[in-house]
C-alpha cells in the first residue's frame, strides 16, 4: 500500500501550471514557451525550458498568430 501521495513534481507542477496560465492570460495569451519561461526566470522561479513547454502544451495555451494591424 502506498501512502506517500503524489510526487514532489506533480505537486510543483500543479503550482507552475497556475502560473503559467496566469501570465499566458495576463499578457493576453500572445507570449509563447520563450517569454513565458523568461518572465518567470525574471520572478524567481528557477524553471528548465523544456518543462515550461512540455506544461503550455498541457494546457493547450499557444500564442495567437497573426497580424492585428489588418495588412
Do not use: W
Amino acid at each position: 500500500m502506498n501512502n506517500r501521495g503524489p510526487p514532489k513534481r506533480n505537486r510543483d507542477d500543479s503550482a507552475l501550471r497556475t502560473k503559467i496560465k496566469t501570465l499566458f492570460e495576463f499578457h493576453q495569451k500572445r507570449y509563447g514557451v520563450q517569454r513565458i519561461h523568461a518572465e518567470l526566470l525574471r520572478g524567481g522561479v528557477h524553471v528548465g525550458y523544456q518543462r515550461v513547454q512540455r506544461l503550455m502544451v498541457d494546457l493547450s495555451a499557444a500564442c495567437s498568430l497573426g497580424n492585428d494591424r489588418g495588412l
